[in-house]
């Protein structure tokens, strides 16, 4: 991949000279601990007679005089990684990716905070330090560039470290704890402090390959967020969080603290639909079909979607309706139909499922997973799709009394990162909430989904038919009969009917509103007609707000891409998904129809008959609870008055 404009590149020559020094620090170099208390007992394992042991490096830190009068420890890490397999001579492969993953990150490290004393007064002022002539009024300003030169090498060590190892990851998982040894005097001192804790990690918790892989990888991450957590209160960091650098050799970028990751795949394992295995649910059917292919019209390189640009992407959208319709059918459609595209076109594709397992009982730890969920789908390097099924289970309400904290952090996450103030947008990702319960969803969050897909399943005779055929198999004899087998499922008429339905409101409560103002000012065909019915249904339901009213237009924007990119554009890459930016855009543009007063109407009552099907749902639910509550009240009165009396 080239490089962007706003990125700068980090020359290989200025990693490469870094490497001795690098190597050094790993054959050995002694570290006196000030914060970390060592956890590893057992000694580097013994060489063979003859076969001397490595060096010492004892380290300098150019324009800084430091001394250290406690005793040391030294710290050898090439020794205790060929030493992380119950002492075999020959070093294994595993080892060797470790080890040179290790050189490179450091390197990289020591050239981008050469690059940060460069942009900044620090290279003057190590200079003037050594030099002895230093300025007292200048010394504070010094202290301030060497920790935050500490906390730039710590953190683009870890980052690429962890990036550099993640395509050697295995299944096995290390839990190595909070990164503790974290130093801020300069940048070398830094790098010693992570180091000698990470030889007290491996000694600890690497006992084969595998192991030894996922601790190094797992202090690594330790080490970022550590770092990160640091920077946000560390003055001069400008110059680095603020630009971008690209390492092109390992295709790494570096965007301040933010984590880099692999451009890599998940590998699914769940069972793929076809359209035609989804029976009923149409609108919902049709939609997830076009977002499908709206997601493959994303441009790496500008990293940006044309259906973003032009309106009409969904970001997120709530799937609702009642057990055993079909919202898990539908995901599995919809990540096949994902997964398949992406095949052929050769982008890397990630499928995630936030699940009831990411809540935890440890605070802050549900806020985690829940945000390193959203990371993982909204990695601008891949083609992502992230599902929340049972969203009224996992994600808590505001001010209600059963709601865990765990459940309110991943709220208050999901909140911020589907329309918080940091959202972007750029059309490489989608997220389904899925529930059969909306309305026990908090009220703010369901609002943030864009689009509303009613999973209703199977509705006419003919729906009923083709899924009994469907789910019978072709185990028998039986007949089909006088009847033309998914004939009903043909999208675009089946469609076509569920749109037209929406001309008028479906719940009872919209449908009065819609009556009383079309009796007032006629049919709605003008914008004026529109608002007075939008302040309406405001009046009838005051959770209907501003966000509701985008919510409609970015449907009708939808409508107006009421197209499906052709297959033949999905099956040869060439003629669509691999253009550039530009031409993709205008063949999008070509294809869009003209807005009509009708398609308004219908996506008018179409979101707003969810809110008041949510509406209605929650307060029978919440006044069957008074109710219990009222009936266990009575009863203890009784009870209380029968044992006094």
Avoid at 98 to 106: E, H, K, T
Avoid at 574 to 583: A, G, I, K, S
Wanted: one cysteine or more; aromatic letters at 8%.
């Amino acid at each position: 991949m080239s490089l962007t404009s706003d990125q700068m590149e980090l020359r290989e020559e200025d990693i490469r000279k870094h490497y001795a020094a690098a190597a050094a620090m790993l054959d050995g170099f002694d570290h006196t601990p000030r914060i970390g208390k060592p956890v590893a007992e057992a000694p580097v394992a013994e060489r063979s007679p003859g076969i001397g042991s490595h060096r010492r490096f004892r380290s300098t830190t150019p324009g800084l005089v430091t001394r250290s009068t406690a005793r040391p420890e030294g710290v050898r890490l090439l020794e205790r990684i060929e030493a992380a397999d119950e002492g075999d001579p020959i070093t294994s492969p595993s080892q060797a990716v470790v080890m040179n993953s290790l050189r490179r990150a450091l390197a990289i490290a020591m050239a981008l905070t050469d690059t940060f004393g460069a942009a900044t007064p620090l290279a003057d002022l190590k200079r003037a330090n050594l030099a002895g002539d230093l300025p007292a009024a200048r010394r504070t300003e010094f202290s301030e560039l060497l920790a935050a030169e500490a906390l730039i090498a710590l953190h683009v060590y870890g980052n690429a470290v962890a990036y550099l190892l993640s395509s050697h990851a295995s299944d096995v998982t290390v839990e190595v704890g909070e990164s503790q040894e974290v130093l801020t005097d300069n940048g070398q001192l830094a790098l010693h402090g992570v180091l000698w804790e990470l030889d007290q990690v491996i000694a600890a918790h690497a006992g084969d390959d595998a192991r030894l892989v996922a601790c190094v990888a797992a202090h690594a991450e330790q080490v970022m967020e550590k770092a990160a957590l640091r920077a946000q209160s560390a003055a001069h960091l400008g110059a680095f969080s603020g630009a971008t650098w690209r390492v092109e050799a390992d295709d790494l970028t570096i965007r301040g603290f933010t984590p880099a990751s692999k451009a890599k795949s998940t590998t699914l394992t769940m069972t793929f639909k076809k359209p035609n295995e989804v029976v009923g649910n149409h609108i919902a059917k049709y939609q997830a079909m076009k977002l499908s292919k709206m997601l493959m019209a994303y441009d790496f390189d500008r990293r940006l979607n044309p259906f973003a640009e032009l309106g009409g992407f969904i970001f997120t959208f709530m799937g609702d309706g009642k057990p055993g319709t079909g919202k898990t059918t539908l995901i599995q459609m919809m990540a096949g139909l994902i997964n398949d595209y992406c095949a052929v076109a050769r982008y890397p594709f990630r499928y995630q499922n936030l699940s009831t397992e990411n809540i935890d009982s440890y605070q802050g730890k549900s806020g985690q997973n829940a945000k390193a969920f959203i990371n993982t789908i909204i990695d601008p390097n891949v083609i992502g799709f992230g599902t929340i099924d049972d969203i009224d289970q996992l994600a808590g309400k505001r001010g209600d009394r059963q709601s865990s904290a765990g459940q309110l952090e991943i709220t208050a996450v999901l909140m911020e990162s589907f329309a918080g103030a940091n959202t972007v947008v750029r059309g490489n990702c989608t997220f389904g909430m899925f529930s059969n319960y909306p309305e026990n969803v908090d009220d703010a969050l369901r609002q943030r989904a864009g689009a509303r897909f009613l999973v209703d399943g199977p509705q006419t005779r003919e729906d009923y038919i083709d899924i009994l055929a469907l789910l019978m198999g072709k185990n028998h004899a039986i007949p089909l009969g006088a009847h033309e087998l998914f004939s009903a499922q043909e999208i675009k008429k089946a469609v076509a009917a569920s749109f037209e339905s929406h001309s008028r409101p479906h719940e009872a409560g919209l449908m009065e509103v819609f009556d009383r103002v079309h009796a007032q000012v006629g049919e709605l065909d003008t914008i004026a007609k529109m608002g007075t019915y939008l302040k309406a249904i405001q009046q009838a339901d005051e959770r209907f707000t501003g966000r509701a009213i985008k919510n409609i237009t970015d449907a009708v924007k939808v409508r107006a891409m009421d197209f499906e990119l052709p297959d033949e554009w999905m099956e040869n890459p060439e003629l669509f998904l691999f253009r550039d930016y530009e031409t993709k855009k205008a063949m999008i543009a070509d294809l869009r129809v003209p807005i009509t007063p009708e398609m308004v109407i219908q996506e008018i009552n179409r979101y707003a008959d969810s809110e008041f099907r949510y509406a209605d749902k929650s307060d029978e639910v919440a006044i069957d609870a008074m109710v219990r509550d009222f009936g266990r009240q009575e009863e203890a009165k009784r009870r209380y008055l029968e044992e006094r009396g």
